[in-house]
């Protein structure tokens, strides 16, 4: 998120909203964004519905803690996904060129 943070213009630029989709509770997700999300959006999703969907509610152990898979998706205007990539382990996230390049291709 800090990379594309740095790249926030370019994908405003593309059209793109960039939700940030937690899997936990309305505090610890206003704590997270107060702390570290940024200047996107942020969702609460303690039930991992989202993650669900998009099939990403596989579980991982980081610090002690579960969480889901690290994963980015861009849907285009027509709500299909265009690109995914999900991590196998919790550093394993596309850079910030790699995602901005899709948000591009998206948008044409």
Avoid at 9 to 16: M, Q
Avoid at 21 to 40: C, H, I, Q, S, W
Avoid at 65 to 78: A, G, H, L, Q
Avoid at 83 to 108: L, M, Q
Wanted: aromatic share 6%; with cysteine; glycine share 8%.
């Amino acid at each position: 998120m800090a990379q594309l943070r740095q790249r926030k213009a370019e994908l405003d630029g593309a059209g793109a909203v960039v939700v940030d989709v937690l899997p936990m509770d309305l505090v610890r997700a206003a704590t997270f964004k107060r702390t570290r999300a940024g200047p996107f959006a942020t969702l609460s999703d303690p039930a991992g519905r989202a993650c669900a969907t998009y099939g990403v509610a596989r579980q991982l152990v980081v610090h002690n803690e579960w969480v889901n898979s690290p994963s980015v998706f861009v849907i285009d205007r027509k709500g299909v996904i265009t690109y995914a990539h999900v991590g196998s382990s919790f550093g394993d996230r596309p850079s910030a060129e790699k995602v901005v390049e899709e948000v591009k291709k998206a948008a044409r």
